[in-house]
């Protein structure tokens, strides 16, 4: 199973996303980390992905190669993450056939409803358990 971890800014929320996958699944899956920015990707490769990719392309590209896409909610959405986010990234997310997982987690003025306010430990665990349950 191959997964992409992708996150923007400072990469925090996918290096505790990889981390976590780490700690619990040890070396099994693949992870690719893809971060909008450098920042973000050095920080998910220090987490313990095993290769990393910056910018438009490289998400763009891997979008197409993996199996399951983790990262925030703000990944599907053009100019989130303080226009990090483009909207061709947003687009080859959505339109990968790989199964995506989001954390509901956005600075973005998006509300969705039926979401419980959970801190972030508690949503990696859910991420955790639902890779573990495909793998």
Known sequence: MKLMV????????????????????????????LGTNSIATSRMMKAGANRGGTGENA??????????????LGILMA???????????????????????LIPLTQEKVAVVGIS????????????EIVKEMA
């Open 6 to 33: 992708m996150d923007g800014q400072g990469g925090g929320i996918g290096a505790t996303v990889i981390k976590g996958l780490r700690e619990a699944m040890g070396g099994g899956p693949e992870i690719l980390a």
């Open 59 to 72: 998400i763009v590209v891997t979008c197409s190669m993996v199996d399951v896409i983790i990262g925030p």
């Open 79 to 101: 100019n989130a993450m303080m226009g990090e986010v483009t909207a061709n990234m947003a687009s080859a997310v959505s339109s990968s056939r790989a199964k995506k997982i």
């Open 117 to 128: 306010g959970e801190p972030l430990p508690h949503l990696v665990n859910q991420v955790i």
